[in-house]
């Protein structure tokens, strides 16, 4: 079976083509860069990992609940949906519901891995291109290990988000150096880290699922950093006329991403009233504050690298967002490197003492022959 086979709907065309633009860069200066990417760029080649031996694919999955959500984080939790449906109903909404935020965060990924590419042939500086490089292989490393979880583990694929794909094509197309970098390394990044955080720490304790979002998430917490560093310095010397064209960018993509998080394709699939369920998502309590914890390293990271005119204060504010501006990007960030470092001393501590058991099991089967 291939993917194809597992999409809840065939996308069509099964393809996406964007127009490449902006030109290619080449620099003949190979001095030393600033020593903040390149002690990132460093850190990008240490802690590359192998999706296949760090994670521990033989744990069970359910399928239909494949993250361990608690069912009142679920979308649709209270609805009138909701309370009608079975147990059979409710399990099928868990699978569709989980399977279909996944499936984002694998096409988001997809298009990490080639904005990173594009990212090595149009930034000017070779300080950049070193990190950008290792920014690829990280994402390719995300798309493989979000397509075996839901291959494997979940049976069940959804298309690319519509929302996502605006998003994708607005980023790709346009031929300044810089929009990659903000449209994927800010805001895209930004929002997935922070979507995978939240789930991260909602999911059942030592599942699979908790395991892949850890491990994903130390690597997009350097490449939140890439994005802020390199955009910093750039940012400050702009034009009024050239912030005021990134500062609307940031505005009509932080509607789109928001937008992003409603899951109007699973109430299709399902075959659910789409506008009672959008009306209960968009109202649901549980789910204003999940779509603007999603946020919370966007805010302060676009307040960081100087695009916090009076335009993207009012979305933030209108958002109920702006508040997140004080946040500690660097503190949050750390945070998210050290969940996965934690995890590998659990697995390495738990497989130490499976091996202690194994001796002491052999030595008694010594001693009994």
């Known amino acids: 079976m291939t993917t194809r086979d597992k999409y809840t709907e065939i996308p069509d065309p099964y393809s996406m083509e964007i127009p490449s ?35 521990n694919w033989g744990q069970d999955v359910d399928p239909m609940n494949p993250v361990g959500l608690p069912d009142m984080f679920h979308p649709l939790f209270g609805s009138p949906a909701w309370e009608a449906a079975d147990e059979a109903r409710r399990s099928e909404m868990r699978q569709h519901s989980q399977a279909w935020q996944f499936s984002q965060f694998l096409h988001g990924e997809q298009g990490a891995m080639v904005c990173a590419a594009k990212i090595v042939e149009v930034v000017p500086d070779l300080d950049a291109k070193f990190y950008a490089a290792t920014q690829t292989m990280d994402e390719a490393r995300h798309v ?23 998003l994708l094509d607005d980023t790709l197309n346009d031929s300044r150096w810089d929009m990659p970098y903000l449209g994927m390394q800010v805001l895209i990044e930004g929002l997935a880290l922070a979507a995978f955080g939240v789930l991260r720490d909602l999911a059942a304790p030592d599942s699979l699922a908790k395991s892949v979002l850890a491990y994903v998430m130390q690597d997009e917490a350097r490449h939140v950093a890439f994005g802020r560093i390199s955009l910093k310095d750039y940012y400050s010397a702009l034009t009024d006329v050239e912030r005021g064209e990134r500062e609307e ?13 409603r899951g109007e394709e699973v109430f299709e699939t399902l075959g659910l009233n789409v506008k009672e369920c959008s009306e209960w998502v968009d109202n649901s309590p549980v789910m204003i504050q999940f779509r603007s914890h999603l946020f919370s390293r966007i805010v302060p990271i676009v307040k960081d690298i100087g695009l916090w005119g009076p335009k993207v204060q009012a979305a933030f504010t209108d ?39 194994d001796q002491v099991i052999a030595a008694l089967r010594v001693r009994v022959s």
């Open 319 to 357: 958002m109920g967002v702006l508040d997140m501006a004080a946040f500690d990007i660097d503190a949050l960030m750390k945070a998210d490197e050290d969940q996965a470092e934690a995890l590998d001393k659990a697995n390495a501590e738990m497989a130490d003492r499976v091996a202690e058991v």
């Open 144 to 166: 493989e290990t979000f397509s075996k979880f839901l291959q494997d583990k979940v049976g069940l694929v959804y298309p690319i988000n519509s929302n996502l794909t605006a």
């Open 21 to 55: 633009v902006g030109d290619a860069r080449f620099t003949w200066e190979y001095d030393d860069g600033r020593g903040r990417l390149l002690s990132l760029y460093q850190k990008g080649k240490d802690k590359q990992w192998d999706a296949q031996s760090r994670i």
């Open 249 to 261: 960018f940031v505005v009509d993509a932080c509607y789109l991403m928001r937008d992003r998080f």
